[in-house]
């Protein structure tokens, strides 16, 4: 996946991300070009994982089957979880820290 540095306007391979870290829940890139720090917008990266844990639980209730009446309302929300997941990590924008 490849994004532009919002500090150097370069357009960069997530591959060729050298360092990363991570503060709290939320992780941290450095731009190999400028050295700058960047992250997701932490709004959309709160959706990102809020999105992922509906997915979890969803798909955890419906292979255990703990609900069995609601299969089909769990399926759906596991489906809505991880579209919502996607398409955040999709058209998020990376700003500098």
Do not use: Y
Request: charged fraction near 20%.
């Amino acid at each position: 996946m490849k994004f532009d540095c919002p500090a150097c306007q370069k357009n960069i391979n997530n591959m060729d991300i050298k360092e990363r870290r991570r503060k709290g829940i939320f992780k941290q890139a450095q731009c190999p070009e400028c050295n700058a720090w960047l992250r997701m917008n932490p709004m959309m990266e709160s959706v990102k994982t809020v999105g992922l844990l509906v997915l979890l639980v969803a798909s955890l209730l419906n292979i255990f089957k703990v609900m069995p009446a609601l299969g089909t309302e769990l399926s759906i929300a596991g489906v809505i979880g991880v579209s919502l997941a996607l398409f955040v990590t999709l058209t998020a924008k990376m700003e500098k820290v």
